[in-house]
């Protein structure tokens, strides 16, 4: 795109037509399928079903041919974003490419095929498996030993936060009360600390963007469960006094909860056991290249120091010679969920983890710190970095600069899938105002990034220019500026064929 007027412009009309609906297409014959002669002697329905679960009219399909239904749903497809086919800055998400070795040997059909009902003597191979990324979990954090039975990382924060509860209960009944979360924190901390019956209680950032120890050495006392923190933390900054922040807890008698979402910033470098961490949850969806997005599945896996063991949820495996069973705690908090976990993404995490080895996870670490601070030093001269340091793994900047000529950050998120880019997070932590926050991962190449940094000069120079481009953005995306709000407090979440004209 060589100027603002042609990237403004309108849809391209081929775009468009991508948006056709089956029902529009619809015609009275038209057949997409054929089935084999029915060799089933024909009955009533009435005698196979009950009257009332009969349908009084046939459903109101679309009548197409077999090619109208594949280029509907391609084209449908080709509308779609995913981290195949583009740059995904979507800051504390670590949405990296998914290498498709971890996608090949999880699909192997003695994976595959397997039935959660089975008997484990059935299954020793995937036993094997689990065990094996237990152990490897378990050297990458510190910890004693790993559950994998957690279906994400959300998952993982409450059931490390039940551990929490249950070893204080066994020790001090009614006494522990309170969860200390930083005003950074992801949003699910907080939610799973009242899950968990906990009364939250904030903790101030200081202006290094650490969080703030003299706030917190008020705050800690003998009704402190725990102190859950990420490290590096959200703002995409390593907590410089780690150490004295853990012995604070541990001086009182709390334990410190590791939200292991931002893993992927010290993998092989540094253990959340060796800053005084007792409880971890792994993103194996972020870290360890798993699928990410679209709602699941996901895997977070719970590791503990010893002293928790015995109130680990759910069951892991142990090895006994050349067998493999699951154990669990003589004190668990019990089953989170239905059976074992989601094995096909704990096969793709270990895969991940043997193809890259120590020395490449440490590579993967060094790579996302790297591309971080190289297009920070590109954005800072656009944007004002929310706090001036050297960042990890992502980067939080504000926005706020170009508030003069009406452009917040929701315009240069939108206006950025003009670019051809997906949008970072904005608004992101809360206390940046008009934040980006922005994690171009290990994967992406030093010529991506560059273009992503020459997006944003582009935007910000159209900000001066042609401010309400931006207001206005997107323009050519299959649908343009959607009313957000509506849609959050009125959803439609019911298709009926009555909304489109046949």
Same mark, same amino acid.
């Given at each position: 795109?060589?100027?603002?007027?042609?990237?403004?412009?309108?849809?391209?009309?081929?775009?468009?037509?991508?948006t056709?609906?089956?029902?529009?297409?619809?015609?009275?014959?038209?057949?997409?399928?054929?089935?084999?002669?029915?060799?089933?002697?024909?009955?009533?329905l009435?005698?196979?079903?009950?009257?009332? @679960?009969?349908?009084s009219?046939?459903?109101?399909?679309? /009548?197409?041919?077999?090619g109208?239904?594949?280029?509907?749903?391609?084209?449908?497809?080709?509308?779609?974003y995913?981290?195949?086919?583009?740059?995904?800055?979507?800051g504390?998400?670590t949405?990296?490419?998914?290498?498709?070795?971890?996608?090949?040997l999880? =699909?192997?059909?003695?994976?595959t095929?397997?039935?959660?009902?089975?008997?484990?003597?059935?299954?020793?191979?995937?036993?094997?498996?689990c065990e094996?990324?237990?152990?490897?979990?378990?050297?990458i954090?510190?910890?004693?030993?790993? =559950?994998?039975?957690?279906?994400?990382?959300?998952?993982?924060?409450?059931?490390?936060?039940?551990?929490?509860?249950?070893?204080? /209960?066994?020790?001090?009944?009614?006494?522990?009360?309170?969860?200390?979360?930083?005003?950074? @924190?992801?949003?699910?901390?907080?939610?799973?600390?009242?899950?968990?019956?906990?009364?939250?209680?904030?903790?101030?950032?200081?202006?290094?963007?650490?969080?703030?120890?003299g706030?917190?050495?008020?705050?800690?006392?003998?009704?402190?469960?725990?102190?859950?923190?990420?490290?590096?933390?959200?703002?995409?900054?390593?907590?410089?006094?780690?150490? /004295?922040?853990?012995?604070?807890?541990?001086?009182?008698?709390?334990?410190?909860?590791?939200?292991?979402?931002?893993m992927n910033?010290?993998?092989?470098?540094?253990?959340?056991?060796?800053?005084?961490?007792?409880?971890?949850?792994?993103?194996?969806?972020?870290?360890?290249?798993?699928?990410?997005?679209g !709602? !699941?599945?996901?895997?977070?896996?719970?590791?503990?120091?010893?002293f928790?063991?015995?109130?680990?949820?759910?069951?892991?495996?142990?090895?006994?010679?050349? /067998? +493999?069973?699951?154990?669990?705690?003589?004190?668990?908090?019990?089953?989170?969920r239905?059976?074992?976990?989601?094995?096909a993404?704990?096969?793709?995490?270990l895969?991940y983890?043997?193809?890259?080895?120590?020395?490449?996870?440490?590579?993967?670490?060094?790579?996302?710190?790297?591309?971080?601070? +190289?297009?920070?030093?590109?954005?800072?001269?656009?944007?004002?970095? &929310?706090?001036?340091?050297?960042?990890m793994?992502?980067?939080?900047?504000? &926005?706020?600069?170009?508030?003069?000529?009406?452009?917040?950050?929701?315009?240069?998120?939108?206006?950025?899938?003009?670019y051809?880019? +997906?949008?970072p997070?904005?608004?992101?932590?809360?206390?940046?105002?008009?934040?980006?926050?922005?994690?171009p991962?290990?994967?992406?190449?030093?010529?991506?990034?560059?273009a992503?940094?020459?997006?944003?000069?582009?935007?910000?120079?159209?900000?001066?220019? +042609?401010?309400?481009?931006?207001?206005?953005?997107?323009?050519?995306?299959?649908?343009?500026?959607?009313?957000?709000?509506?849609?959050?407090?009125?959803?439609?979440?019911?298709?009926?064929?009555s909304?489109? &004209?046949?």
């Open positions: 795109m060589k100027s603002t007027e042609a990237q403004v412009g309108v849809a391209d009309p081929l775009q468009d037509a991508s056709v609906l089956l029902f529009e297409e619809s015609r009275p014959g038209r057949i997409g399928f054929s089935l084999p002669t029915d060799d089933v002697e024909e009955q009533p009435d005698a196979l079903l009950p009257g009332v @679960a009969l349908r009219q046939p459903p109101a399909l679309p /009548e197409l041919s077999e109208q239904i594949v280029r509907h749903f391609t084209k449908l497809a080709h509308a779609n995913s981290v195949d086919e583009g740059f995904y800055p979507l504390s998400c949405m990296k490419y998914n290498p498709k070795i971890d996608d090949a999880a =699909s192997l059909d003695g994976f095929a397997l039935h959660p009902l089975q008997p484990l003597s059935t299954v020793s191979g995937t036993l094997a498996v094996a990324l237990q152990r490897a979990l378990a050297e954090s510190g910890m004693d030993c790993v =559950s994998l039975h957690p279906a994400a990382g959300a998952h993982g924060e409450l059931g490390g936060l039940l551990v929490i509860r249950a070893y204080h /209960e066994a020790r001090e009944p009614g006494q522990r009360t309170e969860v200390l979360i930083p005003n950074t @924190a992801h949003g699910t901390n907080p939610a799973s600390a009242a899950m968990a019956g906990y009364r939250v209680v904030e903790v101030p950032t200081d202006i290094q963007g650490n969080i703030d120890l706030a917190l050495k008020q705050l800690v006392g003998p009704q402190t469960a725990a102190l859950m923190l990420t490290n590096p933390n959200t703002l995409g900054l390593f907590e410089q006094q780690i150490t /004295e922040v853990t012995a604070c807890l541990h001086d009182v008698g709390a334990l410190v909860y590791y939200d292991g979402a931002n910033a010290i993998l092989g470098v540094a253990r959340p056991r060796e800053m005084g961490f007792d409880v971890v949850h792994l993103n194996l969806h972020k870290t360890f290249a798993t699928p990410h997005g !709602g !699941g599945p996901g895997a977070g896996a719970l590791g503990v120091r010893d928790l063991v015995p109130y680990l949820p759910g069951e892991w495996v142990e090895r006994d010679g050349e /067998e +493999y069973r699951l154990t669990h705690g003589e004190a668990s908090i019990g089953r989170l239905a059976f074992f976990g989601n094995v993404n704990l096969i793709r995490a895969v983890i043997r193809c890259m080895g120590a020395e490449g996870l440490r590579h993967a670490a060094e790579t996302a710190v790297l591309n971080a601070n +190289y297009l920070l030093a590109h954005v800072r001269e656009l944007f004002s970095p &929310a706090y001036d340091r050297s960042c793994h992502e980067f939080v900047v504000s &926005a706020s600069v170009l508030k003069q000529r009406g452009i917040k950050a929701i315009d240069v998120a939108k206006r950025l899938l003009d051809g880019f +997906y949008a997070t904005i608004y992101f932590p809360l206390n940046v105002p008009e934040a980006l926050m922005v994690e991962t290990e994967t992406e190449s030093k010529a991506t990034l560059d992503f940094a020459d997006a944003l000069r582009a935007i910000v120079q159209e900000a001066q220019t +042609y401010p309400q481009v931006l207001r206005e953005a997107p323009h050519r995306t299959p649908v343009g500026r959607l009313d957000e709000v509506t849609a959050a407090r009125h959803p439609k979440l019911v298709f009926t064929s909304d489109y &004209a046949r």
